[in-house]
């Protein structure tokens, strides 16, 4: 069984920065995609970034540039920079790996606030 764990979410102001890192447990593979996701208050579930097990990122449009994925195959972690915040990015962001082969799994989220 797969478990993801989330941490470095919290409150910033706008034009700040926070770290977010996600480690995985489990029979994960380092071929398998993952990324994170995040919803906001009122809104859908929306994909923020990705990146495959070859270190390919995929970013949504409304983060390029500001957002950062990286993951470390050693330590089964994946990490999301996020720089140059703003308040449209306050959402709880999960952490997803998908397998490819059907297999899909979730962190339980973090709260990521950005607010003066």
């Known amino acids: 069984q797969v478990q993801l764990v989330e941490s470095g979410g919290g409150l910033v102001q706008p034009g700040g920065s926070l770290r977010l890192s996600c480690a995985a447990s489990?029979?994960?593979?380092?071929?398998?995609?993952m990324g994170w996701y995040r919803q906001g208050p009122g809104k859908q579930r929306e994909l923020v970034a990705s990146?495959?097990?070859?270190?390919?990122?995929k970013y949504a449009n409304s983060v390029k540039g500001r957002f950062t994925i990286s993951r470390d195959n050693f330590k089964n972690t994946v990490y999301l920079q996020m720089d140059s915040l703003k308040p449209e990015d306050t959402a709880v962001y999960y952490c997803y790996a998908d397998s490819g082969f059907g297999d899909h799994y979730w962190g339980q989220g973090t709260q990521v606030t950005v607010s003066s």
């Open positions: 990146i495959t097990g070859g270190g390919i990122p």
């Open positions: 489990g029979s994960i593979f380092s071929g398998y995609v």
